[in-house]
């Protein structure tokens, strides 16, 4: 894992002056603390954060490819290719020769020999860009589920990308401006593939490549889901389904520095932390929970999470015999103000949705690297297998929008109570959910003679795989790489998600249950408690504390005739949430306005973004 930034403009000589790619490069230095490296040219500078996993000492980035004396294509690479053992061996029977013994260098002779189409040979996360010094060409490339960041910005004369905005924000040459949609884009949960916050940046579509080049800039899909015939049996479904994570999380575990997992006692968490410890051995796997000091005791069950992690976590983890380590947050901790700046700074737009999960991931993934460097999560299962609740509630599946706006879920996506209404009705967001909501339908592939369940249930499970899936993928990337830390999700792996996502719905849930596939899979690697445990999610506080310290900041915002969130919001009601006490339990689904108004503010505060409505 790394962070990568490029410029390339076609009309000025950039190999004069490292100074802007050296300040695009390193505002990307928490996602690649090991080494930096710049490589420019005539019309094109590259620069290249390190994040030593795979071959520590040889791996060194920018890395070019010579013929005949002359450079012929320099890559800047962010990700890991689990498949490149394989390749090497491959390429080394095409008469391929390597320097050294990392993925990166795979990478590069895999383009050199293959050409474009090499995408299509490639198992990994990645985000990379390819400058072709024989063709005056750059090309883009992201991992097909989207795991890895990869923002691009067109220019008069070129381009400019960065795996995270701040990269081109770093360019003089970059407006600092959001509009409308930007706005959109932060105040409703959709993710709009391809839309960024800022406008005329853009991020490279999951399963696609841009070329740019003096005839322009070009987008190309190179992997897209499709609709495909299930013949397996309901025996030879969980077989291979078993079969395919086996080998996945195999690959995944292939490191040079530490590696962990990370275990919350759910399904998902558990069935990776099963599998690697069945690959590595006993007292071979390092994971890692989390929670609040106290929260085990004073846990009360809400709508969404039934029962606490840490007992759960617990058993799994003597169940396999990991190396098991809680850390226990302090929920004070999560107002801190480096904290927020900390997730802030990652996040380049207001981290509003999901409230505290932000500080606490940021903090969780500080604790761990500081014995790992690579940790295994979970992330995706429930959108694959049908996981969450709208899955399977009659309403959200008959709703003519996203499952997980409508009535039965979308209290936990709220954030819009404080806004002033003049905004809200200016912005139109029912109408923008709706284009977006319709876009995405359009998308969905369909199977000749599909029952209309099994149609309607694939259009849940793709809305869930394009739309849904990527808000958790940022925010794991985010708040990892802000601290140097390389998590993996081993159920993005495109071989399972082509295949899982064309078994049909009942055997999907042939028991009745959520995940019923996944967890025949992985039966006898799990206890029967959480095999037989329901679906809960990342643990939120509970700590009336957090609330109230929210309220607090709430209140002194408001006394700051100076503060930009002002003229966003509905003053009458912000004053009275912030004079409102709070109850003896928090919710994190009724802070969300909460959430919204105070990283509104801090964004609008510290970016010297421009509103442009």
Known sequence: MCGIAGWVDFSQDLSKDDSTITAMTRSLANRGPDAEGIWSSRHVALGHRRLAVIDVVGGAQPMGATEDGREVAVLTFSGEIFNFRELRVELRARGHQFRTHSDTEVLLHSYLEWGIAFVDRLLGMYAFAVWDARREELIMVRDRMGVKPLFYMRTAHGVMFGSEPKAILANPAAPRRTDANGLCEVFDMVKTPEQSVYVGMHEVRPGHLVRVSTRGLTTHRYWALEAREHTDSLPTTIARTRELLSDIVYRQLISDVPLCTLLSGGLDSSAVTALAAKTLGRDQVRSFSVDFEGAEDAFQADA???????????????????????????????????????????????????????????????????????????????????????????????????????????????????????????????????????????????????????????????????RFVQTLLDRKDLMSMAVGLEVRVPFCDHRLVDYVFNVPWEMKSFDGREKSLLRAAVADLLPTSILERVKTPYPATQDPGYETALRTELAEVLADPDAPVRPLLDLAKARTVASSATGAVSRAYDRGSLEMALWLNRWLKTSDVLLDL
């Open 304 to 466: 969404v999470r039934g029962s606490a992690d840490a007992p759960f976590a617990r058993e799994l983890a003597d169940f396999v015999t990991s190396r098991h380590t809680e850390v226990l947050l302090d929920s004070r901790n999560l107002v801190d103000p480096t904290v927020r700046a900390a997730v802030l700074h990652a996040a380049d737009r207001p981290p509003a949705y999901w409230g505290d999960m932000w500080p606490s991931l940021y903090l969780l993934f500080r604790a761990i690297r500081m014995t790992s460097t690579v940790a295994l999560s979970g992330e995706a299962a429930d959108e694959l297998f049908g996981g969450y609740r709208w899955f399977h509630n009659p309403n959200a599946i008959r709703a003519n929008t996203f499952p997980w706006l409508t009535s039965g879920s979308s209290r936990y996506f709220g954030g819009l109570g404080l806004l002033d209404k003049g905004l809200v009705e200016k912005l139109d967001l029912p109408g923008y959910r709706e284009r977006r909501y319709q876009e995405a339908i359009a998308e969905v592939p369909r199977l000749p003679g599909e029952s209309a369940q099994d149609r309607r249930m694939r259009e849940i499970t793709y809305l869930n795989l394009t």
